[in-house]
C-alpha cells in the first residue's frame, strides 16, 4: 500500500485547510485509517481516525471539535478538514493505514505511513 499526502500549506490563525491522502491498491475500504501529527521538536501523536466506512471516527481532545476526518471509498481517499487553525496546529501530518480496520490512537498498530504533508499556522 502506498499512501500520499497532500494539501498542506501556510495558513493564518483562524483559517481552514483540508488535507487529502490517498491510497494505491483495491482494498481501501478494508482499512480504518489514523491521521497524526509532528510538531516542531515533538514526538508524534494521533489527531484522529476513521472506520473503514467511515461511519465512526474518534478524535484527540486537542483537536475534537475543530478538525474532520471523512473518506471517500469510491476515491481511495481519506481527508483531513481543519478548521479554526492555531500556531499549535503546526506540524507534518501524516495518514497511515490499519489493515485490521481499527482507527486508535497507537500508531504501532498502523501498516502504512504515507510521506506527511507541512502545515504551518502563523499567528
Known amino acids: 500500500v502506498q499512501l500520499q499526502a497532500s494539501g498542506g500549506g501556510l495558513v493564518q490563525a483562524g483559517g481552514s485547510l483540508r488535507l487529502s491522502c490517498r491510497a494505491s491498491g483495491r482494498t481501501f475500504s478494508t482499512y480504518g485509517m489514523g491521521w497524526f501529527r509532528q510538531g516542531p521538536g515533538k514526538e508524534r501523536e494521533f489527531v484522529g481516525g476513521?472506520?473503514?466506512?467511515?461511519?465512526?471516527?474518534h478524535y484527540a481532545d486537542t483537536v475534537k471539535g475543530r478538525f474532520t476526518i471523512s473518506r471517500d471509498n469510491a476515491k481511495n481517499t481519506v481527508y483531513l478538514q481543519m478548521n479554526n487553525l492555531k500556531p499549535n496546529d503546526t506540524a507534518v501530518y501524516y495518514c497511515?493505514?490499519?489493515?485490521?480496520?481499527?482507527?486508535?490512537?497507537?500508531?504501532?498498530?498502523?501498516?502504512?505511513w504515507g510521506q506527511g504533508t507541512e502545515v504551518t499556522v502563523s499567528s
Open positions: 476513521i472506520s473503514r466506512n467511515g461511519g465512526s471516527t
Open positions: 497511515a493505514t490499519d489493515q485490521e480496520g481499527l482507527y486508535y490512537p497507537y500508531e504501532d498498530l498502523y501498516d502504512y
